[in-house]
């Protein structure tokens, strides 16, 4: 089954090579789902590659192939018009059935959360506030409540499966059990990846990696600011 945002993209791209033989490039994938950038793009495309809706052909660019359509479908591509949309009139909108989370989103949705910027998972680095961009994720990654994404800077976390250049989703939240990975706030200036333990009147920050010790701190000095749910990879 896809997701809604899947379902319009491959929609858009069979249209798309339909009118003008040529597919759509991301830029115009990304306008044209109203998406906040082209990483969201990137991962709706894998996504239908992996389910055989389309195929990329190598060594060509703008080069994408639709296999299969879904299978209600096939009718209706067969040059209907189709409905409009905020970005554009070439997505056609499909009817899904929508279980709304206590935010009341869709549960077939994918997801926008803020990009926060970058995140240590070695030395702490200065505690990132701002906003730098929106992160299209899988619903299946939000787990009600507030989330937001860091990029990772370091590898003091290899051996939990967290790289240098992974995207962390991470929810909101200053609770925390013993063993969660999660941004701790030091001093109430430099943000860090780390896991958890609790011990007495102390606080361990942890490292997934022998080359980095583990760090005490007093728990005044520490603050949870959210725990990891999830992880982004991309590969060049």
Same mark, same amino acid.
């Given at each position: 089954m896809l997701t809604r945002k899947q379902h319009e993209l491959l929609l858009f791209i069979h249209r798309r090579i339909s009118e003008s033989g040529i597919s759509p490039s991301f830029d115009e994938m990304k306008e044209a789902l109203n998406l906040a950038s082209k990483s969201g793009v990137h991962r709706l495309v894998t996504a239908l590659e992996e389910r055989g809706f389309i195929r990329r052909l190598a060594h060509r660019a703008r080069a994408l192939e639709v296999l299969k359509l879904p299978e209600n479908q096939g009718a209706q591509t067969q040059g209907a018009a189709p409905a409009s949309?905020?970005?554009?009139?070439?997505? *056609?909108?499909?009817?899904?059935?929508?279980? @709304?989370? @206590?935010?009341?989103?869709?549960?077939?949705?994918?997801?926008?959360? @803020?990009l926060l910027g970058r995140i240590a998972a070695g030395v702490p680095i200065e505690a990132i506030q701002h906003e730098t961009d929106r992160l299209t994720v899988p619903a299946s990654m939000i787990r009600g409540g507030d989330h937001f994404a860091l990029e990772v800077h370091g590898d003091s976390m290899i051996e939990a499966g967290i790289l240098d250049g992974d995207l962390v989703i991470i929810k909101r939240g200053d609770d925390a059990i013993n063993g969660d990975i999660v941004v701790a706030l *030091?001093?109430?200036?430099?943000?860090? =990846? /780390?896991?958890?333990? /609790? /011990?007495?009147?102390?606080?361990? =920050?942890?490292?997934?990696?022998?080359?980095?010790?583990?760090?005490?701190?007093? @728990?005044?000095? *520490?603050?949870?600011q959210g725990k990891l749910v999830g992880l982004l990879r991309q590969y060049h």
């Open positions: 949309s905020a970005a554009s009139g070439n997505v *056609v909108q499909g009817a899904f059935a929508r279980t @709304p989370d @206590p935010q009341g989103r869709a549960a077939s949705e994918d997801y926008d959360v @803020p *030091v001093d109430e200036e430099e943000a860090t =990846l /780390k896991r958890i333990r /609790k /011990k007495g009147g102390t606080i361990a =920050l942890e490292a997934a990696n022998p080359a980095y010790e583990t760090r005490i701190f007093g @728990p005044d000095r *520490v603050r949870v």
